[in-house]
């Protein structure tokens, strides 16, 4: 099966989980393969805030998701924390877009010093060290000086810190178009044409 492009999404615990599986959604329709990674506090925060209870088990998981979104054989597949020989693990095959969406500060400062006790923390270090494209989507607040300095350091080695702030300028109407607000500015930021919010001086579409 042919698809457009491949990229790694990577949901951990911080709050946010609408933004996670609402750029799953889009991924999908736009026909990329999606390789997905869900930490054990991503579950607990996707049955809290989506009521959502994704199997613990990689294949089951996959199964489920590719119901969900009607996905195409093989266009989701998720990996467990220990896969270490799925794709992701190695610069020779792992996608050269990846983003952890939403991301904890614990994820971020794992990835800042490149621990990789884990698959998303290995598959964001491949991303780094292959001089990828990684974008963090990290929703905390008050940001701490330990959290600004992790983000800095990322940001100087050309990881995207994409703070999960929706504007107010396209005058939601809901909360999913703040979601589709977050949304759409990764998407820009992936390459990917996008019709959930115009650019700032075009008409707002709907």
């Given at each position: 099966?042919?698809?457009?492009?491949?990229?790694t999404?990577?949901?951990?615990?911080?709050?946010g989980?609408?933004?996670?599986?609402?750029?799953?959604?889009?991924?999908v329709?736009?026909?990329?393969?999606?390789?997905?990674?869900?930490?054990s506090?991503?579950?607990?925060?996707?049955?809290?805030?989506?009521?959502?209870?994704?199997?613990?088990?990689?294949?089951?998981?996959?199964?489920w998701?590719?119901?969900?979104?009607?996905?195409?054989?093989?266009?989701?597949?998720?990996?467990?924390?220990?896969?270490?020989?799925?794709?992701?693990?190695?610069?020779?095959?792992?996608?050269k877009?990846?983003?952890?969406?939403?991301?904890?500060?614990?994820?971020?400062?794992?990835?800042?010093?490149?621990?990789?006790?884990?698959?998303?923390?290995?598959?964001?270090?491949?991303?780094?060290?292959?001089?990828?494209?990684l974008?963090?989507v990290?929703?905390?607040?008050p940001?701490?000086?330990?959290?600004?300095?992790?983000?800095?350091?990322?940001?100087?080695?050309?990881?995207?810190?994409?703070?999960?702030?929706?504007?107010?300028?396209?005058?939601?109407?809901?909360?999913?178009?703040?979601?589709?607000?977050?949304?759409?500015?990764?998407?820009?930021?992936?390459?990917?044409?996008?019709?959930?919010?115009?650019?700032?001086?075009?008409?707002?579409?709907?």
């Amino acid at each position: 099966m042919a698809f457009k492009g491949q990229i790694t999404l990577a949901i951990t615990g911080a709050s946010g989980a609408p933004y996670a599986l609402r750029l799953l959604e889009i991924l999908v329709k736009a026909e990329y393969q999606v390789f997905v990674l869900i930490s054990s506090a991503a579950r607990v925060v996707l049955a809290t805030e989506e009521n959502l209870q994704i199997p613990a088990n990689p294949q089951s998981a996959t199964e489920w998701l590719q119901e969900r979104y009607q996905a195409k054989a093989e266009q989701i597949r998720v990996f467990g924390k220990d896969e270490w020989f799925s794709p992701v693990a190695s610069g020779s095959a792992a996608p050269k877009q990846m983003v952890v969406c939403p991301c904890s500060t614990g994820t971020l400062s794992a990835i800042a010093v490149g621990a990789s006790d884990n698959l998303i923390e290995r598959a964001a270090d491949v991303v780094i060290k292959e001089r990828g494209q990684l974008i963090l989507v990290p929703r905390e607040m008050p940001l701490s000086s330990i959290h600004l300095e992790n983000m800095l350091k990322l940001s100087n080695l050309g990881v995207t810190i994409m703070p999960a702030s929706p504007g107010f300028y396209h005058n939601p109407q809901s909360i999913q178009d703040l979601v589709d607000f977050v949304v759409a500015r990764i998407l820009d930021h992936l390459g990917l044409d996008q019709d959930l919010m115009a650019r700032w001086g075009y008409q707002r579409k709907r």
